[in-house]
């Protein structure tokens, strides 16, 4: 067997490979998006896959790091992994393997991670943001850019399919911050915009306490009406988007599934079981997409 041969087999094995792992850790942390993935043409689904894995390594770096200074070299590997990949020189990790077929395979500009990688570092300086109008501003440079590179795997990135998927992200972004209070109460983190929580008059010594309760239910739903607002808009086109569009555009039928969980537990994060509904998002999600809707 010509020796090319071989070596060609073993790169298409190990993209194989990556494109499992990346499927396997959206199925353990990012599974709704997994699920909306599955909507997407077969052959596209493992570069949308890559992308989202990407995304989920890069917003873990804060939470997984103690001292800033590691999580910037974090960001910086993969500044300098992505920079490896466009000079064909990519390393031998598996969610680079993948996202290195995903740019081969769709020419995904290199300029569009640039603003995601910053906005990551930005997140490691600890200070939070003031108002929810910066909130916003770097939705756009996070959720945004992988919404609008999804898009062009799917080959709808025309101006309506782009300015719906920014809302919807925005959207799904926001509802996730929500979902994942929470999970920052032991670390007596807040995450939400200072102006917001000083309308709900809730103090920055212990704000995920049981007594800031009432509280952060009224900070939770400033910021929760925001995220419907930009769902509402992202929906105001949809006339005017691509059906294939929808593996992406449906992240908005999953961020009102979480909405609406928060609203009906009275905004108060701790009190929603996400669990029990879950199939019926899955339902939701299938029936919007049969309709054309998201």
């Keep these: 067997m010509p020796l090319f041969s071989t070596r060609r087999r073993k790169s298409e094995a190990a993209i194989d490979d990556s494109a499992a792992y990346c499927s396997e850790q959206l199925r353990a942390f990012d599974k709704e998006r997994f699920l909306c993935t599955l909507f997407a043409p077969a052959e596209a689904r493992a570069a949308l896959a890559a992308l989202y894995a990407l995304d989920l390594e890069l917003s873990r770096i804060r939470t997984r790091v103690r001292e800033p200074l590691v999580g910037f070299m974090r960001v910086q590997w993969w500044r300098d992994s992505i920079q490896g990949i466009y000079a064909g020189r990519g390393p031998d990790h598996p969610v680079a393997v993948a996202l290195t077929d995903a740019i081969r395979r769709y020419e995904l500009p290199h300029e569009a991670f640039a ?16 108002d929810m109008a910066a909130l916003i501003r770097h939705l756009q440079e996070t959720a945004a850019p992988i919404a609008t590179l999804a898009l062009k795997v799917l080959a709808c990135d025309g101006e309506s399919d782009r ?24 670390a007596r983190t807040l995450v939400l915009p200072q102006a917001v929580a000083q309308a709900a008059a809730l103090t920055q010594a212990d704000p995920l306490h049981a007594q800031a309760r009432p509280h952060l239910r009224t900070a939770v739903s400033i910021v929760a009406a925001t995220a419907r607002a930009h769902l509402a808009q992202a929906r105001d086109r949809r006339a005017m988007v691509s059906k294939g569009a929808l593996p992406v555009l449906l992240w908005a039928t999953y961020a009102e599934g979480h ?4 609203q009906r537990a009275g905004h108060d994060p701790f009190a929603v079981k996400p669990e029990r509904r879950a199939p019926l998002r899955m339902i939701a999600a299938a029936v919007n997409h049969a309709r054309g809707r998201y």
Excluded: F, H, K
């Design 259 to 262: 909405l609406n969980d928060l």
């Design 163 to 186: 300015l719906a998927a920014r809302e919807v992200s925005i959207g799904w972004a926001l509802a996730g911050l929500l979902r994942a209070l929470p999970a920052d109460a032991p």
């Design 115 to 130: 603003p995601l990688l910053s906005a990551r570092e930005r997140e490691l300086d600890g200070e939070a943001l003031p």
